[in-house]
């Protein structure tokens, strides 16, 4: 009977492992298509670049299925929407991300972007409120969008 009940439970974690190696592996290579995207998009393949979020997301929603609080993959899953205008549920994933961690700098950047896009700059400079002490890079970026609008 202990066999069997090690075997179960071995058979149990070993899933469960492979679970999270899976939506580990969806979410780097989901990050890695995003990186690839932004680059191609600063050399104005935009087209290019909206291919490879729309693979990013799809990754992104496999890892979203195990990991669905995590403020990461939901940054990333309205980084990729917004990409491809689906503003209002980019929205929605960026607002699940902050109420895990409301002191997320990338979604907190990413959502400000979506704000200025969609004619709401006193959101964006909510976002750029937040982002305000963090001595980091997405509140310069926010900022430089915020003052040429």
């Keep these: ?10 058979g149990a974690s070993t899933d469960s ?9 969806q979410y780097k290579a989901a990050k890695n298509l995003v990186n690839r995207g932004k680059k191609l998009e ?41 990409k491809a205008g689906n503003f209002d549920q980019a929205e929605k994933y960026y607002l699940q991300g902050l109420e895990i961690k409301p002191d997320h700098n990338g979604i907190n950047e990413y959502l400000g972007e979506l704000y200025i896009k969609t004619n709401r700059m006193d959101k964006a400079k909510e976002r750029l409120a937040v982002l305000k002490n963090c001595n ?14």
């Excluded at 009977?1 to 071995?10: A, D, E, V, Y």
């Excluded at 492992?17 to 592996?25: H, K, R």
């Excluded at 291919?51 to 939901?74: C, F, Q, V």
């Design 42 to 82: 600063k050399k104005g393949k935009t087209e290019k670049a909206l291919k490879l979020y729309n693979s990013a997301y799809k990754k992104l929603l496999e890892a979203h299925k195990t990991e669905s609080r995590n403020p990461d993959i939901l940054n990333y899953l309205g980084f990729t929407l917004r």
């Design 17 to 25: 492992g492979s679970d999270s190696n899976n939506y580990l592996n």
């Design 136 to 149: 980091c890079e997405e509140y310069n970026e926010l900022k430089v969008l915020i003052g040429d609008n």
């Design 1 to 10: 009977m202990f066999c069997l009940i090690s075997q179960i439970t071995l």
